[in-house]
Protein backbone atom coordinates (compact mmCIF):
# COMPACT_ATOMS: atom_id res chain seq x y z
CA UNK A 1 0.00 0.00 0.00
CA UNK A 2 1.24 3.20 -0.83
CA UNK A 3 1.63 6.34 1.85
CA UNK A 4 -1.59 7.69 1.31
CA UNK A 5 -4.79 6.13 -0.34
CA UNK A 6 -8.77 5.05 0.16
CA UNK A 7 -10.47 2.54 0.85
CA UNK A 8 -13.86 1.85 -0.03
CA UNK A 9 -16.42 -0.95 -0.43
CA UNK A 10 -16.39 -1.58 3.40
CA UNK A 11 -19.01 -1.18 6.17
CA UNK A 12 -16.77 0.74 9.62
CA UNK A 13 -17.95 0.19 13.15
CA UNK A 14 -15.67 3.23 14.32
CA UNK A 15 -16.10 2.89 17.80
CA UNK A 16 -16.27 6.92 18.12
CA UNK A 17 -17.32 7.76 21.09
CA UNK A 18 -19.63 10.35 20.05
CA UNK A 19 -21.36 7.47 18.36
CA UNK A 20 -23.91 5.41 20.04
CA UNK A 21 -23.25 1.53 19.72
CA UNK A 22 -20.31 0.17 17.24
CA UNK A 23 -20.77 3.92 15.28
CA UNK A 24 -21.76 2.09 12.03
CA UNK A 25 -20.89 3.66 8.79
CA UNK A 26 -22.37 1.56 5.42
CA UNK A 27 -21.17 1.90 2.53
CA UNK A 28 -18.29 4.02 3.86
CA UNK A 29 -14.45 4.90 2.75
CA UNK A 30 -11.68 5.63 4.78
CA UNK A 31 -8.83 8.16 3.75
CA UNK A 32 -5.18 7.00 5.53
CA UNK A 33 -2.53 9.37 4.74
CA UNK A 34 0.76 8.91 6.41
CA UNK A 35 -0.30 6.31 9.03
CA UNK A 36 -2.91 8.25 10.11
CA UNK A 37 -7.07 8.22 9.57
CA UNK A 38 -7.33 11.32 7.47
CA UNK A 39 -11.42 10.64 6.61
CA UNK A 40 -13.86 8.66 7.21
CA UNK A 41 -17.75 8.75 6.13
CA UNK A 42 -19.91 7.77 3.88
CA UNK A 43 -19.06 7.38 0.28
CA UNK A 44 -21.15 9.52 -1.15
CA UNK A 45 -19.67 12.66 1.22
CA UNK A 46 -15.96 11.37 -0.20
CA UNK A 47 -13.75 14.02 -0.32
CA UNK A 48 -13.39 14.81 -4.74
CA UNK A 49 -10.09 14.97 -4.47
CA UNK A 50 -9.70 11.58 -2.16
CA UNK A 51 -11.11 9.58 -5.06
CA UNK A 52 -8.25 10.07 -7.10
CA UNK A 53 -5.97 8.38 -4.56
CA UNK A 54 -4.50 5.02 -4.75
CA UNK A 55 -8.14 2.72 -3.81
CA UNK A 56 -8.18 -0.27 -2.10
CA UNK A 57 -11.94 -2.18 -2.23
CA UNK A 58 -12.64 -4.26 0.38
CA UNK A 59 -15.67 -6.14 -0.89
CA UNK A 60 -18.05 -5.59 1.71
CA UNK A 61 -16.12 -6.31 4.59
CA UNK A 62 -16.23 -5.02 8.35
CA UNK A 63 -13.36 -2.60 9.24
CA UNK A 64 -12.83 -1.98 13.10
CA UNK A 65 -9.77 -0.42 14.84
CA UNK A 66 -7.29 -2.73 15.23
CA UNK A 67 -8.04 -4.49 18.48
CA UNK A 68 -5.99 -3.50 21.76
CA UNK A 69 -4.42 -6.49 24.46
CA UNK A 70 -4.53 -3.95 27.44
CA UNK A 71 -3.78 -6.93 29.81
CA UNK A 72 -0.81 -9.38 29.13
CA UNK A 73 2.00 -11.34 31.27
CA UNK A 74 3.00 -12.89 27.67
CA UNK A 75 6.71 -12.60 29.20
CA UNK A 76 7.36 -15.96 30.82
CA UNK A 77 9.38 -18.70 31.56
CA UNK A 78 7.63 -22.41 31.31
CA UNK A 79 3.55 -23.20 31.42
CA UNK A 80 1.88 -24.23 34.48
CA UNK A 81 -0.01 -27.38 33.16
CA UNK A 82 1.31 -29.02 36.22
CA UNK A 83 -1.06 -27.11 38.38
CA UNK A 84 -4.44 -27.33 35.99
CA UNK A 85 -4.00 -30.99 36.48
CA UNK A 86 -3.65 -30.03 40.47
CA UNK A 87 -6.61 -28.04 40.64
CA UNK A 88 -8.75 -30.64 38.83
CA UNK A 89 -7.64 -33.39 41.46
CA UNK A 90 -9.40 -30.87 43.81
CA UNK A 91 -6.75 -27.74 45.16
CA UNK A 92 -8.15 -24.47 44.68
CA UNK A 93 -6.07 -21.36 43.15
CA UNK A 94 -5.41 -20.18 46.54
CA UNK A 95 -4.15 -23.62 48.12
CA UNK A 96 -1.76 -23.94 44.73
CA UNK A 97 -0.08 -20.63 45.37
CA UNK A 98 0.28 -20.99 49.29
CA UNK A 99 1.61 -24.27 48.34
CA UNK A 100 4.83 -21.99 46.84
CA UNK A 101 3.60 -23.17 43.29
CA UNK A 102 1.16 -20.24 41.52
CA UNK A 103 2.95 -17.47 40.45
CA UNK A 104 6.45 -17.75 42.43
CA UNK A 105 6.66 -20.79 40.11
CA UNK A 106 6.49 -19.03 37.02
CA UNK A 107 9.22 -17.05 38.56
CA UNK A 108 11.88 -19.89 38.82
CA UNK A 109 11.33 -20.66 35.50
CA UNK A 110 11.65 -17.03 34.31
CA UNK A 111 14.64 -16.86 36.09
CA UNK A 112 16.44 -19.24 34.78
CA UNK A 113 15.43 -18.61 31.17
CA UNK A 114 17.82 -16.65 28.87
CA UNK A 115 16.66 -13.21 27.32
CA UNK A 116 16.63 -15.01 23.93
CA UNK A 117 14.65 -17.56 24.86
CA UNK A 118 12.20 -15.48 26.58
CA UNK A 119 11.57 -13.19 23.30
CA UNK A 120 11.29 -16.65 21.19
CA UNK A 121 7.59 -17.74 23.31
CA UNK A 122 6.73 -14.03 23.55
CA UNK A 123 6.89 -13.74 20.35
CA UNK A 124 5.00 -17.09 19.51
CA UNK A 125 2.28 -15.72 21.86
CA UNK A 126 2.43 -12.17 20.34
CA UNK A 127 2.08 -13.82 16.83
CA UNK A 128 -1.22 -15.21 17.73
CA UNK A 129 -3.19 -12.21 18.74
CA UNK A 130 -1.61 -10.06 16.24
CA UNK A 131 -3.30 -13.20 13.96
CA UNK A 132 -6.61 -11.74 15.18
CA UNK A 133 -6.33 -8.45 14.68
CA UNK A 134 -4.30 -6.54 17.49
CA UNK A 135 -1.95 -3.79 17.13
CA UNK A 136 -1.10 -2.32 20.80
CA UNK A 137 -0.18 -4.97 23.08
CA UNK A 138 0.13 -4.15 26.88
CA UNK A 139 2.55 -6.66 28.28
CA UNK A 140 3.92 -6.97 32.04
CA UNK A 141 7.11 -7.84 34.16
CA UNK A 142 6.11 -9.72 37.79
CA UNK A 143 7.55 -13.03 37.20
CA UNK A 144 11.49 -11.79 38.46
CA UNK A 145 10.48 -10.28 41.22
CA UNK A 146 14.30 -9.38 41.78
CA UNK A 147 15.80 -6.26 39.98
CA UNK A 148 17.62 -8.36 37.45
CA UNK A 149 14.83 -10.78 36.29
CA UNK A 150 12.09 -7.58 36.04
CA UNK A 151 14.61 -6.09 34.24
CA UNK A 152 14.97 -8.46 31.45
CA UNK A 153 11.41 -9.01 31.22
CA UNK A 154 10.54 -5.65 30.24
CA UNK A 155 13.73 -5.63 27.56
CA UNK A 156 12.34 -8.57 26.09
CA UNK A 157 8.67 -7.01 26.44
CA UNK A 158 10.45 -4.02 24.12
CA UNK A 159 12.12 -6.74 21.78
CA UNK A 160 8.84 -7.80 20.99
CA UNK A 161 7.60 -4.16 19.56
CA UNK A 162 10.86 -3.96 17.58
CA UNK A 163 10.49 -7.48 16.28
CA UNK A 164 6.96 -7.44 14.99
CA UNK A 165 4.71 -4.80 13.63
CA UNK A 166 2.66 -4.24 16.95
CA UNK A 167 2.79 -1.28 19.21
CA UNK A 168 3.96 -2.69 22.90
CA UNK A 169 2.94 -0.55 26.00
CA UNK A 170 4.86 -1.92 29.37
CA UNK A 171 3.88 -2.46 32.47
CA UNK A 172 6.21 -2.63 35.88
CA UNK A 173 4.42 -5.28 37.74
CA UNK A 174 7.16 -5.43 40.78
CA UNK A 175 4.70 -5.85 43.30
CA UNK A 176 2.92 -9.23 41.91
CA UNK A 177 3.97 -11.66 44.52
CA UNK A 178 5.92 -11.61 47.72
CA UNK A 179 9.16 -13.64 46.66
CA UNK A 180 10.68 -16.79 48.98
CA UNK A 181 12.75 -15.92 51.82
CA UNK A 182 11.60 -12.27 51.56
CA UNK A 183 8.32 -10.62 53.76
CA UNK A 184 6.19 -8.29 51.67
CA UNK A 185 7.69 -4.68 53.49
CA UNK A 186 11.16 -5.70 53.00
CA UNK A 187 10.55 -6.52 49.08
CA UNK A 188 8.63 -3.64 48.37
CA UNK A 189 11.24 -1.24 50.13
CA UNK A 190 14.24 -3.22 49.20
CA UNK A 191 13.95 -4.46 45.82
CA UNK A 192 10.66 -3.73 44.39
CA UNK A 193 10.77 -0.38 44.12
CA UNK A 194 14.48 0.52 43.73
CA UNK A 195 14.10 -2.07 40.75
CA UNK A 196 11.27 0.18 39.34
CA UNK A 197 13.52 3.06 39.60
CA UNK A 198 16.07 1.25 37.80
CA UNK A 199 13.80 -0.03 34.95
CA UNK A 200 12.38 3.74 34.37
CA UNK A 201 16.26 4.91 34.10
CA UNK A 202 16.39 2.23 31.22
CA UNK A 203 13.05 3.97 29.72
CA UNK A 204 11.49 0.36 30.08
CA UNK A 205 8.38 1.39 31.98
CA UNK A 206 5.24 2.98 30.65
CA UNK A 207 2.83 1.56 33.10
CA UNK A 208 3.20 0.76 37.07
CA UNK A 209 1.24 -1.90 38.36
CA UNK A 210 0.44 -3.96 41.46
CA UNK A 211 -1.67 -6.74 42.77
CA UNK A 212 -3.47 -5.96 45.92
CA UNK A 213 -5.07 -9.25 47.27
CA UNK A 214 -4.69 -11.29 50.40
CA UNK A 215 -2.49 -13.42 48.73
CA UNK A 216 0.32 -10.91 46.97
CA UNK A 217 0.02 -7.17 49.08
CA UNK A 218 -2.00 -5.09 50.35
CA UNK A 219 -3.02 -1.89 50.08
CA UNK A 220 -0.72 0.11 52.28
CA UNK A 221 2.34 -1.67 50.16
CA UNK A 222 0.50 -0.78 46.75
CA UNK A 223 0.10 2.79 48.24
CA UNK A 224 4.06 2.90 48.29
CA UNK A 225 5.05 1.64 44.80
CA UNK A 226 2.13 4.31 43.70
CA UNK A 227 3.79 6.94 45.35
CA UNK A 228 6.90 5.91 43.82
CA UNK A 229 5.84 5.88 40.35
CA UNK A 230 4.26 8.95 41.33
CA UNK A 231 7.41 10.95 41.35
CA UNK A 232 8.60 9.36 38.74
CA UNK A 233 5.64 10.52 36.33
CA UNK A 234 4.53 7.31 35.86
CA UNK A 235 0.69 6.38 35.61
CA UNK A 236 -0.72 3.68 37.19
CA UNK A 237 -3.00 0.22 36.98
CA UNK A 238 -4.23 -2.05 40.00
CA UNK A 239 -4.98 -6.17 39.50
CA UNK A 240 -8.06 -5.01 42.54
CA UNK A 241 -10.45 -7.18 44.03
CA UNK A 242 -9.80 -10.36 41.87
CA UNK A 243 -10.58 -12.69 45.06
CA UNK A 244 -11.82 -10.53 47.34
CA UNK A 245 -12.55 -6.86 48.35
CA UNK A 246 -9.24 -5.23 50.06
CA UNK A 247 -9.31 -1.60 48.63
CA UNK A 248 -7.35 -1.78 46.02
CA UNK A 249 -10.16 -0.77 43.62
CA UNK A 250 -10.31 2.69 45.78
CA UNK A 251 -6.61 3.01 46.10
CA UNK A 252 -6.12 2.96 42.30
CA UNK A 253 -9.24 5.38 41.93
CA UNK A 254 -7.41 7.49 44.65
CA UNK A 255 -4.09 7.53 42.67
CA UNK A 256 -6.40 8.55 39.09
CA UNK A 257 -5.09 4.65 38.04
CA UNK A 258 -5.52 4.71 34.00
CA UNK A 259 -7.59 0.96 35.27
CA UNK A 260 -8.31 -1.18 37.70
CA UNK A 261 -8.00 -5.00 36.48
CA UNK A 262 -10.67 -7.97 37.43
CA UNK A 263 -12.61 -6.08 40.34
CA UNK A 264 -15.01 -9.09 40.67
CA UNK A 265 -15.57 -7.87 44.16
CA UNK A 266 -15.69 -4.63 43.73
CA UNK A 267 -18.56 -2.74 45.14
CA UNK A 268 -20.95 -0.34 43.89
CA UNK A 269 -18.84 2.57 46.17
CA UNK A 270 -16.01 1.59 44.20
CA UNK A 271 -17.80 1.95 40.94
CA UNK A 272 -18.54 5.27 41.61
CA UNK A 273 -15.33 5.84 42.81
CA UNK A 274 -13.81 4.28 39.10
CA UNK A 275 -16.21 6.57 37.36
CA UNK A 276 -15.42 9.86 39.46
CA UNK A 277 -11.36 9.19 38.23
CA UNK A 278 -11.99 8.25 34.80
CA UNK A 279 -10.21 4.78 35.41
CA UNK A 280 -11.20 1.64 33.20
CA UNK A 281 -12.83 -1.34 34.63
CA UNK A 282 -10.49 -4.07 32.90
CA UNK A 283 -12.65 -7.31 32.26
CA UNK A 284 -10.73 -10.49 32.34
CA UNK A 285 -13.22 -13.59 31.97
CA UNK A 286 -9.99 -15.76 31.16
CA UNK A 287 -9.12 -15.97 34.69
CA UNK A 288 -12.48 -15.90 36.04
CA UNK A 289 -13.37 -18.96 33.77
CA UNK A 290 -9.81 -20.81 34.45
CA UNK A 291 -9.95 -20.67 38.29
CA UNK A 292 -14.05 -21.01 38.10
CA UNK A 293 -14.88 -18.08 39.68
CA UNK A 294 -18.37 -17.70 40.88
CA UNK A 295 -18.38 -13.93 41.57
CA UNK A 296 -19.18 -11.64 38.60
CA UNK A 297 -17.77 -8.17 38.22
CA UNK A 298 -20.38 -5.61 39.15
CA UNK A 299 -21.20 -5.06 34.95
CA UNK A 300 -24.87 -2.97 36.04
CA UNK A 301 -22.89 -0.98 38.48
CA UNK A 302 -20.17 0.02 35.72
CA UNK A 303 -22.64 1.12 33.56
CA UNK A 304 -24.91 2.75 35.78
CA UNK A 305 -22.18 4.62 37.34
CA UNK A 306 -20.65 5.27 33.74
CA UNK A 307 -17.33 3.49 33.89
CA UNK A 308 -16.21 2.33 31.04
CA UNK A 309 -14.96 -1.14 30.79
CA UNK A 310 -12.39 -3.17 28.60
CA UNK A 311 -11.85 -6.68 28.12
CA UNK A 312 -7.88 -8.72 27.66
CA UNK A 313 -6.91 -11.74 27.98
CA UNK A 314 -4.31 -11.60 30.78
CA UNK A 315 -2.75 -13.84 28.91
CA UNK A 316 -0.39 -16.07 31.71
CA UNK A 317 0.48 -19.20 32.38
CA UNK A 318 -1.07 -19.78 36.07
CA UNK A 319 -4.88 -18.40 35.88
CA UNK A 320 -5.54 -17.23 32.67
CA UNK A 321 -3.38 -19.17 29.58
CA UNK A 322 -5.89 -17.39 27.05
CA UNK A 323 -4.32 -17.00 23.77
CA UNK A 324 -7.33 -15.23 22.00
CA UNK A 325 -9.04 -11.75 22.42
CA UNK A 326 -11.97 -12.71 20.42
CA UNK A 327 -12.41 -15.58 22.73
CA UNK A 328 -12.27 -12.94 25.79
CA UNK A 329 -15.18 -10.85 23.61
CA UNK A 330 -17.24 -14.05 23.89
CA UNK A 331 -16.05 -14.98 26.97
CA UNK A 332 -17.44 -11.32 28.24
CA UNK A 333 -20.54 -11.56 26.99
CA UNK A 334 -21.42 -15.15 27.87
CA UNK A 335 -19.93 -15.07 31.34
CA UNK A 336 -20.81 -11.28 32.12
CA UNK A 337 -23.41 -10.39 29.62
CA UNK A 338 -21.49 -7.75 27.68
CA UNK A 339 -22.59 -6.71 24.93
CA UNK A 340 -21.19 -7.48 21.59
CA UNK A 341 -21.11 -3.68 21.22
CA UNK A 342 -19.31 -3.05 25.02
CA UNK A 343 -16.95 -6.07 24.43
CA UNK A 344 -15.56 -4.68 21.18
CA UNK A 345 -15.68 -1.16 22.69
CA UNK A 346 -13.41 -3.11 25.23
CA UNK A 347 -10.63 -4.24 22.45
CA UNK A 348 -10.69 -1.00 21.13
CA UNK A 349 -11.29 2.03 22.15
CA UNK A 350 -11.66 1.56 26.02
CA UNK A 351 -8.65 -0.54 26.02
CA UNK A 352 -6.94 2.26 24.38
CA UNK A 353 -7.87 4.08 27.22
CA UNK A 354 -6.86 2.02 30.25
CA UNK A 355 -3.06 2.17 28.57
CA UNK A 356 -3.75 6.05 28.80
CA UNK A 357 -3.81 5.98 24.98
CA UNK A 358 -5.65 8.72 23.11
CA UNK A 359 -4.47 8.08 19.48
CA UNK A 360 -5.91 5.07 19.03
CA UNK A 361 -8.89 2.26 19.36
CA UNK A 362 -11.48 4.52 16.94
CA UNK A 363 -12.01 4.97 13.48
CA UNK A 364 -11.82 8.68 13.68
CA UNK A 365 -9.80 11.98 11.97
CA UNK A 366 -6.18 12.13 13.84
CA UNK A 367 -6.75 8.37 14.82
CA UNK A 368 -3.28 5.98 13.84
CA UNK A 369 -4.41 4.18 10.90
CA UNK A 370 -4.44 0.73 12.81
CA UNK A 371 -7.28 -1.48 11.48
CA UNK A 372 -8.84 -4.68 11.39
CA UNK A 373 -10.42 -5.88 8.29
CA UNK A 374 -12.91 -9.07 8.95
CA UNK A 375 -14.90 -11.44 7.08
CA UNK A 376 -17.97 -11.08 8.65
CA UNK A 377 -21.40 -9.74 8.10
CA UNK A 378 -21.73 -7.34 11.18
CA UNK A 379 -19.86 -6.58 14.30
CA UNK A 380 -21.83 -8.87 16.80
CA UNK A 381 -20.00 -11.82 15.16
CA UNK A 382 -16.41 -11.14 16.25
CA UNK A 383 -17.79 -11.88 19.63
CA UNK A 384 -19.94 -14.28 18.44
CA UNK A 385 -18.01 -17.40 17.19
CA UNK A 386 -16.06 -19.44 19.99
CA UNK A 387 -12.14 -20.23 18.38
CA UNK A 388 -13.35 -18.28 15.45
CA UNK A 389 -10.58 -15.86 13.69
CA UNK A 390 -12.50 -14.33 10.95
CA UNK A 391 -9.46 -11.26 10.18
CA UNK A 392 -8.97 -10.74 6.63
CA UNK A 393 -5.91 -8.26 7.25
CA UNK A 394 -4.99 -5.90 9.24
CA UNK A 395 -3.62 -2.34 8.79
CA UNK A 396 -0.69 -1.38 11.22
CA UNK A 397 0.04 2.36 11.32
CA UNK A 398 -1.20 2.63 7.59
CA UNK A 399 0.74 -0.59 6.58
CA UNK A 400 -0.68 -3.46 5.27
CA UNK A 401 0.44 -6.87 7.13
CA UNK A 402 0.06 -8.98 3.98
N1 LIG B 1 -3.71 -11.97 38.81
C1 LIG B 1 -3.82 -13.01 38.00
O1 LIG B 1 -4.85 -13.53 37.64
C2 LIG B 1 -2.50 -13.37 37.56
N2 LIG B 1 -1.69 -12.40 38.18
C3 LIG B 1 -2.41 -11.63 38.89
O2 LIG B 1 -1.94 -10.70 39.52
C4 LIG B 1 -2.09 -14.72 37.98
C5 LIG B 1 -0.73 -14.98 37.50
C6 LIG B 1 -0.29 -16.38 37.76
O3 LIG B 1 -0.98 -17.18 38.41
O4 LIG B 1 0.83 -16.67 37.29
FE1 LIG C 1 -2.95 -10.17 35.25
Redesign the pocket.
Known sequence: MSDTFLLTHLTAATMADDASGYGLIEDAGIVIEDGAICWVGPMKDCPAESSKLPIYDLDGRLVTPALIDCHT?IV?GGN?AKEFEMRLEGAS?EEV?RAGG??VS?VTATRTTSESDLLVAALRRADALIAEGVATLEIKS??GLDHDTELKMLRVARAVGRARPIHVSTSF?GA??VPVGLDADTYIDDVCIPALRAAHAEGLVDVVDG?C?GI?FDAAQIRRVFEAAKALGLPVKL?AE?LSNIGGTALAAEFGAVSAD?VEYASDADAQALARSGSVAVI?PG?FYT?REEQAPPIDAFRRHGVPMAVAT?W?????PLGSLLLAMNMACTLFRLTPAEALAGTTRNAARALGFTDRGMIAKGQRADLAVWDVQAPAELSYGIGINPLHKRIFGGCNDN
Open positions: HHRYAGITGYLHAFEAHQHLAIDNPGSS
